[in-house]
């Protein structure tokens, strides 16, 4: 079992910077693979991020200005986002996997006004 808390959600303006934490706990952190997802009312939740080993995979549009980030020590994930665009306004929720275990954070709001 595991329990993932979001935090960071804010809002900024066009340009700026935010910085999500999702605080896992349960056993087995480090064997989960960590997402990031984002979703905004009317649309399906989409990817926008995760880390799975040491690969890292980004949604085209984050490409460049997100980085997803890990600390198993902490049992921590991040996400840092930079230039934000008014397009990354989103409920950003926090997901982890192991086989066919999976669990979600209940969401941080990100709001980016132009």
């Known amino acids: 079992q595991v329990q993932l808390v979001e935090s960071g959600g804010d809002s900024v303006q066009a340009g700026g910077s935010l910085r999500l934490s999702c605080a896992a706990s349960?056993?087995?952190?480090?064997?989960?693979?960590m997402a990031w997802y984002r979703q905004v009312p009317g649309k399906q939740r989409e990817l926008v991020a995760s880390i799975i080993g040491g690969r890292r995979n980004y949604l085209d549009s984050v490409r460049g200005r997100f980085r997803i980030s890990r600390d198993n020590d902490k049992n921590l994930v991040t996400l840092q986002m930079t230039n934000l665009e008014p397009a990354d306004t989103a409920v950003y929720y926090c997901?982890?996997?192991?086989?066919?275990?999976?669990?979600w954070g209940q969401g941080t709001q990100v709001t980016v006004s132009s």
């Open positions: 349960g056993t087995r952190f480090s064997m989960h693979s």
């Open positions: 997901h982890a996997r192991l086989g066919s275990e999976y669990y």
